[in-house]
């Protein structure tokens, strides 16, 4: 009698698979000579999962240049993040909130999807120092450079920016470049006063954006107490106005996460939590 042994399943996953092929130099060549060197990395793992799917010659093509899309995509963001002065650092992945931040996590939920840049909406990210409204703002517009242009600056540089602007007759272009940005990040903004060459341009800027471009702005302060911080109330009342008007609101509230990060602190922290645990 002749017996059959049957295969387990992953035993015969592993033979369909077969053994990772080489690339030879003659492929890497050619891979280069196309700009598709990236494809190098996983093409032996791509090749040994179009044999066990048993994929077509078409299918297996369409799976490269997928490949391929998204890693030109990846890379094209990355410069265009750079260009836009956006901390690479400062992504949702790298978002580690304390258990202890305050906010309105479904609003924030609703940020991350663009919806407010679709509709020309602002975004107000307010509250005390060190809660994080920088990291947020730089990660909202790390999801929008892939699709959107972006500008993110610091108030106080923007507005140096300007200045500097005047003296070579470059104004009229820097502004027509800050308001045809789809996402307009001013960050810390009202953190000092502002004399009477940033109120006025503060005020341009908002009343050519309005309606238009969506402005990200983060503060330590209330748009109520932004009046207090510029020469000029009436500019700066209107250009509140236009501002807040079409804005969403995310507040956040709590302690500083950079006091957690003073030497020692840490250690503290863990040891406060384990106590916590043991009772």
Same mark, same amino acid.
Request: charge should be positive.
């Given at each position: 009698?002749?017996?059959?042994?049957?295969?387990?399943?992953?035993?015969?996953?592993?033979?369909? =698979?077969?053994?990772?092929?080489?690339?030879?130099?003659?492929?890497?060549?050619?891979?280069?000579?196309?700009?598709?060197?990236?494809?190098?990395?996983?093409?032996?793992?791509?090749?040994?999962?179009?044999?066990?799917?048993?994929?077509?010659?078409?299918?297996?093509?369409? *799976?490269?240049?997928?490949?391929?899309?998204?890693?030109?995509?990846?890379?094209?963001?990355?410069?265009?993040?750079?260009?836009?002065?956006?901390?690479?650092?400062?992504?949702?992945?790298?978002?580690?909130?304390?258990?202890? *931040?305050?906010?309105?996590?479904?609003?924030?939920?609703?940020?991350?999807?663009?919806?407010?840049?679709?509709?020309?909406?602002?975004?107000?990210?307010?509250?005390?120092?060190?809660?994080?409204?920088?990291?947020?703002?730089?990660?909202?517009?790390?999801?929008?450079?892939?699709?959107?242009?972006?500008? @993110?600056?610091?108030?106080?540089?923007?507005?140096?920016?300007?200045? @500097?602007?005047?003296?070579?007759?470059?104004?009229?272009?820097?502004?027509?470049?800050? @308001?045809? @940005?789809?996402?307009?990040?001013?960050?810390?903004?009202?953190?000092?006063?502002?004399?009477?060459?940033?109120?006025?341009?503060?005020?341009?800027?908002v009343v050519e954006r309005h309606g238009k471009a969506?402005?990200?702005?983060?503060?330590?302060?209330?748009?109520?107490?932004?009046?207090?911080?510029?020469?000029?109330?009436?500019?700066?009342?209107?250009?509140?106005?236009?501002?807040?008007?079409?804005?969403?609101?995310?507040?956040?509230?709590?302690?500083?996460?950079?006091?957690?990060?003073?030497?020692?602190?840490? =250690?503290?922290?863990?040891?406060?939590?384990? =106590?916590?645990?043991?009772?």
């Amino acid at each position: 009698m002749t017996t059959t042994t049957t295969e387990p399943a992953s035993t015969r996953t592993t033979k369909q =698979a077969g053994p990772i092929d080489p690339i030879s130099s003659d492929l890497t060549s050619i891979l280069r000579a196309l700009k598709l060197g990236g494809l190098k990395d996983t093409l032996p793992e791509r090749l040994a999962l179009a044999r066990s799917r048993k994929m077509g010659h078409a299918a297996f093509l369409e *799976l490269l240049l997928s490949d391929e899309v998204s890693r030109r995509e990846s890379r094209s963001a990355t410069l265009r993040a750079k260009t836009a002065g956006l901390d690479p650092a400062m992504r949702w992945d790298t978002w580690a909130e304390p258990d202890d *931040l305050r906010y309105d996590r479904q609003l924030l939920s609703d940020l991350t999807s663009l919806a407010f840049a679709e509709a020309g909406h602002g975004v107000l990210i307010l509250g005390p120092v060190g809660v994080g409204k920088t990291h947020l703002a730089h990660a909202l517009g790390h999801t929008a450079i892939r699709r959107r242009t972006v500008i @993110a600056s610091r108030a106080d540089k923007l507005f140096t920016r300007l200045r @500097a602007a005047r003296l070579d007759n470059t104004l009229a272009a820097e502004m027509r470049r800050l @308001a045809r @940005a789809d996402v307009l990040i001013l960050d810390d903004f009202a953190l000092r006063a502002l004399d009477a060459t940033e109120t006025n341009d503060f005020y341009e800027l908002v009343v050519e954006r309005h309606g238009k471009a969506s402005t990200i702005v983060t503060s330590n302060r209330e748009p109520a107490e932004w009046l207090t911080m510029t020469s000029d109330a009436l500019l700066a009342q209107s250009a509140i106005d236009r501002l807040t008007s079409r804005a969403h609101t995310l507040i956040i509230q709590g302690p500083s996460y950079r006091q957690r990060q003073r030497p020692g602190q840490r =250690a503290g922290l863990d040891a406060a939590s384990q =106590a916590d645990d043991a009772h």
